[in-house]
């Protein structure tokens, strides 16, 4: 089992690395993650959303093509981290991979929402592609922590 964590644009920024870095120190199996950018688009609009939607999807296909996916989308449903931990762990408790996406600056098309078997929004609020990353892998590293009714979450 493993959580893969598919993202478009550049690698992590110096100060973003730094940050995933500790958390990635501190995840253990399964929830351990692997990330898979895909480069973004030179369109815009439309075109960029389609091209990199294409480039998500054969990313799906073959082996993965059973797996969990989360898309990260700020219409998705908000949820808090008690229930993220939760939405991780059943597929988990199943043998499934779990592939979480962040989508390119255009978002994505209907061909990945519909892929999606759950939709998460971090917030109502948009953030920068690269906290994203950073918000990400720490609630994965929270989740685990919940999962293994350690103490790092309060309520």
């Known amino acids: 089992m493993a959580l893969r964590i598919l993202t478009v644009g550049r690698k992590h920024e110096s100060w973003v690395a730094e940050g995933i870095a500790r958390y990635e120190k501190r995840l253990k199996k399964p929830f351990d993650v692997t990330w898979l950018p895909i480069p973004h688009s030179a369109r815009e609009g439309d075109p960029a959303r389609r091209e990199e939607s294409e480039a998500l999807l054969a990313k799906l296909g073959g ?78 590293y929270r989740a685990q922590e919940i999962a293994g009714g350690r103490p790092y979450h309060h309520v």
Do not use: C, M
């Open 63 to 140: 082996k993965h093509a059973g797996d969990f996916v989360i898309l990260l989308d700020e219409r998705g449903r908000n949820i808090d981290s008690p229930t993220l931990a939760r939405t991780l762990q059943q597929p988990l408790d199943s043998s499934r991979n779990i592939t979480l996406i962040i989508g390119g600056a255009y978002g994505v098309d209907e061909t990945i929402q519909e892929r999606a078997d759950f939709v998460w929004s971090l917030s109502k609020l948009v953030f920068p592609h690269q906290l994203v990353r950073l918000i990400l892998i720490e609630q994965l």
